[in-house]
């Protein structure tokens, strides 16, 4: 693989500590960067950029190798600020937290161009907590486990090093099972750790959420704010794209409707549709094929039942998924299960 096949790039300083991890596991990683097309000297140069896919790749790899399931927490244990560049100067002068996530939220494509950061207030989880969540486009979910967990993980421990987080998270949601290996993210995080959501998050009390945070200097994050908006505007995204964004928080929920989901991204349901066609799709597609991707997904990485699953899709009764199974696969969810469990 070469870097000029890859379409979304990330900023080799998300891999800061990943060198050190796996020396410490199973000694140098030259052998697996190599395999995956990145050059080990680019690791020494934080604004670098790495294929997303390539890294993706390298993460699942490396966990598999050195046997490590929680290779992403132990990954972000050795990050800070300075992985985000200039976000982790706006992030250390905001105002106050909700501040800080907004703009990093905003720029975030400076760090992955795959990256997705949202912030929902009600939470997912608790109504009266808001939820941050984090996503990776274009990836799929069964090469993206460490990428995710390391991004949770930074999120956290940069939150728990700064005041914009501090004591704040009050749980955590990753989309895929942990199984036996959950005892070390519990360690890691040290709230309740919730597998087999709809989507990857911390979910905050937001009770403080708008309050300053002493010692920041308001001057000087305008300052850099200013040349971000000026120098560095945000890639244009494909409406498609932004409803996939919206869907992925709401598709278990009554919410996730052409309405509700136009009314979110604050278009007319009529001008959403059109602008789909133009696109070659239509919200139905998105939203059919999402819950596809997700369906395979848990029957194939997950013990969650299929009951549990119905409702995760927002299916209104388990036949209604069953036949959705049929259409998509040719077999019932059980069947489905059974033959990527039995796969060498």
Known sequence: MSFKDMTDVIRAAALKGYRDVMQELV????????????DPNLLDDDDALLPMDAVCGLLEASSAHAQCPDLGLRIARHQDLDVLGILGLVVQNANSPAEATEIVTRFIFLQGTALRMQVLAPGTLMPEALSITLAIDGIAHSRQRQAIELMLGMTFQIGRRHDPLRDKVKAVSLPHSLG??????????GVPVL????????HLDGRAWQDPVPGANLRFRHMIEDHLERRM???????????????????????????????????????????????????????DTMRQ????????????????LTALLGFPEQSAFSRACRKWFGAPPGAVRRHHRTRP
């Open 27 to 38: 000694g140098s990683p030259a052998r697996l960067l190599v395999e995956f097309g990145i």
């Open 180 to 189: 036996a290996d959950a005892a070390r993210h519990h360690a890691f995080f």
């Open 195 to 202: 597998e087999n959501q709809p989507i990857a998050a911390l």
């Open 233 to 287: 505007p945000a890639p244009t995204q494909r409406l498609s794209d932004r409803v996939r964004g919206a869907l992925r928080t709401l598709i278990g929920t009554p919410q996730a409707s052409r309405d509700d989901i136009a009314r979110v991204l604050a278009i007319h349901p009529r001008t959403l549709h059109r602008q789909l066609r133009a696109e070659n799709t239509s919200f139905q597609i998105i939203k």
């Open 293 to 308: 991707e997700l369906a395979l997904k848990y029957l194939a990485e997950t013990e969650v039942t299929l009951d549990q």
